[in-house]
């Protein structure tokens, strides 16, 4: 068969010649729309620049000058979209969506969409969007997050960031988008039965039928295959038509005037209602999935021509022409002269710098820094009042859950906008209390019961930090996160890197986890491995082992992302969330006092405590490990070994040069881990210590969790370090035998 896009191309040039046009569209009065004449032909020069950018892409390619052929050939009709949601209307738009991003930017003075957009087919450097990193359809300008490749990942922080909308002004704090703003966020018919999709919905759902405000627009562009599988006829109203609390429109999305009118009426029952709608758009599939998609494998050539017959440009022409806006030769010539256009200007976007070097690719992966006015502590009268309650607690020492939930209280108290979120955080407190009273305190609107689903709840995060807010999301046991960890992965981390730094995701990530609770859960309460978020560029790993240092950590975690837009993960060890003492029973070393903000010293990303001065064995350790080698350390003191132990408290980024420095003087070095040894940090550890020290390095050995899930009751320490395998291997590692018996007794 003949190259489908020079097809394409020759077919418009001959059908619009000829006049040769289907029956779709027909009988429309624009004006009766109020739809200007000017409006309907910006709508659809707008919808002929994204094909002939289509068109460009695959000669680029074809001259290896071009490195993305995911086109918006039959899509066009979204071009009257941009028009209809304000250039304030915060969009996620999926990859084909790029006549809706060239008619938004006609909204915007001053923009140069075809160049920019051309730049970043080029992967240049000068792409004001990636900066080169990638193809994505985005602009701080038109409020436009970028998107790449995505299925529907981007779905669930839509809705976040839909709910923000009437939150901050409930809230009175600061936010990006105007009060009276919607969100949309557009996808394909086969990416409706992607779970992220499923969940977003869902969870609009959830939150409309109780009445609360969520102005969002679903946008499911329906072209009836995904890549070569077929979507079975009929299944998209099947499945969204009759949903609670989802108002549903339908449209022909090959029909540039009648996707005006229905968008225009979804996007109105949105912004007046301020509930979620799902706008089913009918559309056409043309060229292939990408530049690279051969479709006569899997489609008849009869398929193909049939589709080609349904061109929304044709339908568009034809209109112009009844409408007597356009005739036939000024459509052709419009459509050379722009294609004409976009060819020189292709020639100018291939030739801009790309990116050179590795630190030019990297130096987005860290947002930039804000000028942020530090606001004020609590004075003693206001905290006396907001502690009330805890009047008592506040005179002793405490334990680590409860000394969070007093941070987290005096940092919700200084600052307006951060919003506590996830399951079971508001009358219950949390399953282990560390958000108990904050509710109470500072209302339903900052501390958000969710439904349970996780990918839901950092959903919610990434929009509302989208908007001004400062999440703290919840998710209540490590081994939940599995199921959305792609909202962090490919969404929340991924954002200042595609985005040139211009748009950010800060939150802070609390998540109860690891292992050593006895007595119920096993695995999925008990998991000891965080390798998910260990090769994540730019996400910061805390992990506190103890009250005092989760205190400090988590200020610091929250000012990291409220100064310097960072997102953090904050993993607190459940095990030590009640614990108190170290030793003895009662010997209370493991708590301690609360000491408000104004009188603390501040801690620093990335640094490290040791406790002992011994130069015989340093161990290095952290969360519960760390808890286990202070227990180890009396042990071995006892039997006159000189020992001192390292708690990295940061475990990325891994402030490797700090933590070999420690103990450096050391004659021996441990590393206790009781994650896994598959993938745990004790592997980065012991690089770091190879790469560092070379052939000087002092014998060096590690103690780690067996590769192994965590079973239930007694049995959910077999496989994790103890005290006495931290001893047992200390003196192995110094050479001494461990007289069994007397650690026995020592024990």
């Known amino acids: 068969m003949e190259d489908r896009a020079v097809a394409l191309d020759k077919s418009f040039i001959e059908r619009v010649d000829k006049q040769a046009f289907s029956d779709i569209g027909q009988g429309w009065d624009h004006r009766k729309l109020a739809l200007s004449d000017s409006d309907f032909i910006g709508m659809f020069e707008s919808q002929l620049k994204s094909r002939l950018l289509d068109l460009e892409s695959r000669k680029m390619r074809a001259r290896n000058q071009g490195f993305y052929t995911i086109g918006s050939s039959g899509h066009e009709g979204n071009a009257a979209y941009g028009l209809v949601f304000k250039p304030t209307d915060m969009a996620f738009l999926h990859y084909r969506s790029g006549a809706f991003m060239i008619e938004r930017s006609r909204q915007v003075p001053g923009e140069t969409v075809l160049y920019d957009m051309l730049l970043s087919f080029a992967a240049s450097s000068d792409d004001p969007t990636s900066g080169g990193r990638h193809k994505v359809l985005g602009s701080k300008r038109l409020s436009i997050p970028p998107q790449t490749s995505t299925i529907a990942s981007h779905l669930p922080k839509a809705v976040g960031a839909a709910l923000s909308i009437p939150l901050t002004h409930r809230l009175s704090i600061a936010s990006v988008m105007p009060s009276d703003s919607v969100v949309l966020c557009n996808f394909g018919d086969a990416s409706a039965n992607h779970a992220s999709a499923q969940t977003a919905i869902n969870s609009a759902c959830w939150a409309a039928y109780q ?306 609770q006895k007595g119920f859960g096993g695995h999925f309460h008990n998991d000891n491995s965080f390798a998910v978020f260990r090769d994540i560029p730019g996400l910061i790993i805390a992990c506190p082992s103890n009250g005092a240092d989760a205190v400090a950590m988590l200020r610091e975690s929250v000012r990291l992302a409220h100064e310097e837009q960072r997102v953090v993960i904050f993993l607190e060890p459940i095990a030590l969330y009640m614990t108190k003492d170290l030793h003895d029973t009662g010997d209370g070393l493991w708590a301690n006092r609360y000491i408000p903000e104004q009188d603390a010293k501040p801690m620093l990303l990335g640094e490290i405590y040791q406790e002992g001065e011994g130069d015989e064995l340093g161990i290095i350790s952290y969360g519960n490990g760390y808890y286990l080698s202070r227990q180890a350390q009396k042990i071995l003191i006892e039997k006159g070994l000189k020992v001192k132990v390292i708690d990295i408290r940061w475990l990325a980024p891994l402030n490797i040069e700090a933590i070999v420095a420690s103990v450096e003087d050391c004659r021996h070095i441990l590393i206790v881990d009781e994650c896994r040894k598959t993938g745990s940090i004790s592997e980065a550890l012991m690089t770091g210590f190879t790469e560092l020290l070379g052939p000087s390095c002092p014998p060096l050995a590690r103690l780690t969790a067996e590769d192994c899930f965590i079973p239930l009751a007694d049995a959910a320490t077999l496989p994790l370090p103890t005290r006495e395998r931290i001893v047992e291997a200390a003196m192995t590692l110094i050479g001494k035998e461990c007289d069994h018996a007397l650690l026995k007794e020592a024990l």
């Not at 009759?242 to 996007?267: E, H, I, M, P, T």
Request: proline share 5%; hydrophobic share 45%.
């Open 211 to 516: 009445q609360v405000p969520l102005p969002i627009v679903f946008i499911c562009e329906d072209n009836g295959i995904g890549i070569s599988t077929p979507t079975p006829k009929g299944w998209i109203a099947a499945n969204f038509s009759q949903r609670a609390s989802l108002k549903y429109f339908y449209c022909d999305g090959r029909d540039v005037l009648d996707c005006y009118k229905v968008s225009k009426a979804a996007a109105e029952y949105a912004r007046v209602h301020r509930k979620p709608v799902f706008l089913h758009v009918r559309t056409v599939r043309l060229m292939g999935h990408a530049g690279s998609d051969a479709e006569i494998a899997y489609m008849s050539k009869e398929q193909i021509f049939d589709n080609e017959t349904q061109d929304p440009l044709i339908v568009s022409a034809q209109q112009l022409i009844e409408a007597r806006l356009m005739n036939s030769k000024q459509i052709i010539v419009l459509y050379q002269t722009m294609k004409a256009r976009i060819a020189a200007i292709a020639n100018m976007a291939v030739s801009r710098p790309k990116l050179q070097t590795v630190a030019q690719a990297m130096v987005a992966i860290i947002p930039p820094k804000l000028l942020v006015k530090r606001s004020h502590y609590l004075d003693t009268k206001h905290r006396a009042v907001l502690f009330k309650a805890d009047k008592l607690a506040l005179s002793k020492p405490l334990h680590m859950g409860k000394l969070l939930n007093l941070a987290l209280t005096e940092l919700m108290a200084r600052l307006a906008n951060i919003v506590v979120c996830g399951e079971d955080v508001g009358k219950k407190g949390g399953v282990y209390h560390v958000t108990s009273r904050l509710v109470e305190r500072f209302g339903p609107n900052r501390v958000i019961n969710t439904l349970l689903d996780e990918t839901s709840i950092l959903g919610l995060a990434i929009g509302m930090a989208h908007n001004g807010i400062l999440p703290i999301p919840e998710i209540q046991f490590l081994a939940y996160v599995h199921n959305a960890e792609d909202q962090i992965r490919g969404e929340a981390a991924t954002l200042p890197f595609f985005s040139d730094g211009q748009f950010t995701n800060p939150m802070v990530i609390r998540i109860a986890g690891l292992g050593y």
